[in-house]
């Protein structure tokens, strides 16, 4: 997605059913202003929570994706060449503050660390925004919300996140959903009936109780999703599951021999 496109706020909020209070808590960090991180498993929900709850609030939504070249201008902006002349254009960071809109750091621990030292500021309660490039320091207004997610699983010691960050945010840990609600997630996202839906829930739970051992992580909701809608558009179980399960979660063939071996056995 193209990070400088808000979604715009909209009456119908993006499916997304609440796994605890986590929809009290970001309605209460936003009313106070407050900073919110979200750690958990890639797949598990974090962006889709996200996108629903700048809905249901009425603010624009700029989703920024992280990665390891991910500088500081890049939020903030930079100086253009256009028609010969320099021009200032905002980046999303700049465009979520002038706005009062939320802006969401996906995978903030993947960028570069001079990000860190812009989001200081933002993140305490002088809630400002310091363009150096042009001087300016831009106050958030109340609609402004910064929300940023980690997956502090496969993370490797270099890319913790730091003490001084992460204590200038609010956090809540997202796991995969309960089995009732991930059923209802996954046949509700690819249209499979509840019958077929129930064994795949199950086949995740043993799959997940596998991570950290032989898998660096557990099968994802997302995951799930992509099976129960090859199962629902007609493929054949096994095809669907080898696509969607078992290729994406490894490359090492005794594990996918594995693997295979517990969709047999629920199947
Ligand atoms: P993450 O941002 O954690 O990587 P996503 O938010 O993209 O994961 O979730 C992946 C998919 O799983 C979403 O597109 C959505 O279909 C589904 N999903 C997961 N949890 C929920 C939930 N609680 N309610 C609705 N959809 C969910």
Redesign the pocket.
């Known amino acids: 997605m193209n990070a400088l496109a808000p979604h715009r706020a909209d009456r119908t909020a993006p499916?997304?059913?609440?796994?605890s209070q986590e929809c009290a808590l970001f309605e209460a960090a936003h009313a106070k202003g407050l900073p919110l991180l979200?750690k958990?498993?890639?797949?598990?929900?974090?962006?889709?929570?996200?996108?629903?709850m700048a809905a249901r609030l009425g603010r624009p939504l700029y989703t920024v994706a992280c990665h390891d070249d991910l500088s500081a201008a890049d939020l903030i902006g930079r100086y253009l060449l256009r028609g010969g002349e320099t021009e200032w254009v905002d980046g999303p960071l700049t465009r979520a503050v002038r706005e009062g809109a939320i802006c969401y750091l996906?995978e903030v621990i993947e960028a570069r660390k001079d990000v860190t030292v812009v989001l200081h500021p933002l993140t305490d309660n002088r809630r400002t925004l310091m363009i150096d490039r042009t001087g300016e320091e831009l106050v958030a207004p109340p609609g402004f919300m910064l929300v940023a997610?980690y997956n502090p699983g496969y993370q490797n010691v270099l890319k913790r996140l730091k003490p001084s960050t992460r204590q200038r945010f609010l956090s809540i840990s997202?796991g995969f959903?309960d089995p009732a609600?991930?059923m209802a997630?996954v046949a509700?996202?690819s249209g499979l009936d509840a019958a077929r839906t129930a064994p795949l829930v199950r086949l995740a739970g043993m799959i997940r109780a596998l991570s950290g051992m032989d898998l660096e992580e557990g099968v994802?909701?997302?995951l799930l999703?992509y099976a129960a809608s090859l199962i629902a558009a007609g493929m054949p179980l096994e095809r669907a599951l080898q696509a969607a399960v078992v290729e994406p979660l490894t490359d090492e063939p005794d594990v996918a021999e594995a693997l295979r071996d517990l969709i047999a056995s629920v199947y």
Do not use: M, N
């Not at 499916?15 to 796994?19: F, I, M």
């Open positions: 499916y997304y059913r609440p796994v979200l958990g498993p890639t797949g598990c929900g974090k962006t889709r929570f996200v996108e629903h996906d997610s997202f959903p609600t991930e997630v509700r996202e994802s909701t997302r999703i």
